[in-house]
């Protein structure tokens, strides 16, 4: 079947991407870094079981107006130390949000558990996160596979030997010009699955479960799948949130199961706003993202 949707994050103006990846270790951070002034941001968090940073200034009731960078980041709660180092790059360029005499860089984070499949000592660090800048500030596109935050990602953990995934991305044009794009990286407790419902990667886990019951239960947190879905047509923050909060239907098409109690799923939606023409329907918006995010998560299994 030919696969659909696979452009890549970075063909949103204004969106770069930028990886630092440790093959050994197998662990790894993904940066999408947004426009120097920053692009409307918020954020849906499903999972019962997240690792993350600076997500509540995103709630549409709180008053920061965008966010500088994203960060998703292998390494659990450990990872959650890159986003200082793109704060650290950000500052050194005099981005951040003014803050009296001081330019304080809005760099919200997700991260997932890959401590069980590498090096469990390993995980991305400030530098990590430094580096992963620089790469962004580069411009190259964000690719697939086993890079980045997803250089440690598995699925289908429960029974047996967990299957690699990664990370995966793809891009989709809206009548009107207006692109639509999504990066993420799928380290569910469930399998990835194609539109019809066969497995991709993973050990068919929801027929196990139901034919076996469960195994020895994992560990809080040691899953998640962590996305950006971004966009140029222009947002307000209340939109952003409620792209983000439809962007988990992918999750629930390509996942099964999926926003489990062992899993802390996140999704980030951004609008750089960069977009010349006529505002977009959200509902155009709205299924573009499930599309597209949903293509991306089967990208990982495909590797392609």
């Not at 991407?17 to 499903?46: I, M, N």
């Not at 809005?106 to 991305?124: E, M, N, Q, T």
């Not at 890079?147 to 967990?162: E, H, N």
């Not at 010349?276 to 573009?288: F, H, K, N, R, S």
């Amino acid at each position: 079947m030919e696969q659909p949707y696979v452009g890549d994050v970075t063909d949103v103006p204004g969106i770069r991407v930028g990886h630092w990846t440790d093959a050994t270790g197998r662990t790894g951070c993904t940066v999408v870094l947004l426009p120097d002034d920053g692009a409307v941001t918020s954020v849906d968090v499903r999972g019962a079981a997240p690792g993350t940073r600076e997500t509540d200034l995103l709630d549409p009731a709180n008053m920061i107006p965008a966010a500088h960078a994203l960060v998703l980041s292998g390494g659990s709660a450990f990872g959650l130390a890159a986003a200082d180092g793109v704060m650290r790059r950000l500052g050194e360029r005099g981005i951040g949000l003014r803050a009296g005499p001081a330019r304080v860089p809005i760099v919200p984070a997700a991260v997932l558990f890959d401590l069980g499949y590498g090096d469990p000592g390993a995980h991305p660090t400030a530098d990590s996160g430094y580096a992963a800048t620089v790469a962004a500030e580069e411009g190259e596109p964000c690719g697939t596979g086993p890079i980045g935050a997803g250089a440690g990602a598995t699925v289908g953990k429960l029974f047996g030997d967990p299957t690699p995934t990664g990370i995966g991305t793809g891009s989709v044009r809206v009548p009107g010009g207006a692109l639509v794009a999504a990066v993420v990286a799928v380290n569910a407790v469930g399998d990835v699955v194609d539109e019809d419902g066969s497995v991709l990667a993973g050990a068919g886990t929801v027929e196990r479960l139901l034919r076996e019951g469960m195994p020895e239960p994992p560990v809080g947190g040691t899953n998640t799948t962590i996305a950006v879905v971004a966009t140029d047509a222009p947002l307000t923050k209340p939109q952003a949130r409620r792209l983000a909060v439809v962007a988990h239907d992918a999750l629930a098409r390509s996942i099964r199961p999926v926003h489990t109690s062992y899993d802390g799923d996140t999704v980030f939606a951004t609008s750089t706003g960069l977009h010349p023409g006529a505002p977009v329907d959200p509902l155009v918006l709205e299924t573009a993202a499930v599309e597209v995010l949903a293509a991306a998560i089967r990208r990982t299994a495909r590797r392609g």
